[in-house]
């Protein structure tokens, strides 16, 4: 049984930093392709970053390019997000997800993804 657990979020100033984990359990975590999303109240799920599954391409939103990293460890089957120079603008619930076997891993579309955790707050003041 495929599970995602997200770690790290909080509460944090503008211009300040937070690094989410994402321990993934139940399948082969290196097959596949990883994403992390966003959803703020009242609004559409986005894709924030994605990783291949060897680790070796990235692809962020262009509202995130430069501010955050999207990491893997293969070996502990972990997904990281470090989040610089945040913006009240980020606040909202993070998920990091699986992609099926077969997806296009640089779409960052939420159809693409097929399990996803529970979701980790992330609170930005200004």
């Known amino acids: 049984q495929v599970q995602l657990v997200e770690s790290g979020g909080g509460s944090v100033q503008a211009g300040g930093s937070l690094r989410l984990s994402c321990a993934a359990s139940?399948?082969?975590?290196?097959?596949?392709?990883m994403g992390w999303f966003r959803q703020a109240p009242g609004q559409e799920r986005e894709g924030v970053a994605a990783?291949?599954?060897?680790?070796?391409?990235?692809y962020y939103a262009d509202s995130v390019k430069g501010r955050f990293t999207i990491s893997r460890d293969n070996a502990k089957n972990t997904l990281y997000l470090q989040m610089n120079s945040l913006k009240p603008e980020d606040t909202a619930v993070y998920y990091c997800?699986?992609?099926?076997?077969?997806?296009?891993?640089?779409?960052?579309?939420?159809?693409?993804?097929?399990?996803w955790g529970q979701g980790t707050q992330v609170t930005v003041s200004s």
């Open positions: 997800a699986r992609a099926y076997a077969t997806s296009s891993c640089d779409a960052l579309a939420a159809y693409l993804y097929s399990n």
């Open positions: 139940g399948y082969v975590y290196s097959f596949y392709c």
């Open positions: 990783i291949t599954a060897g680790g070796g391409s990235t």
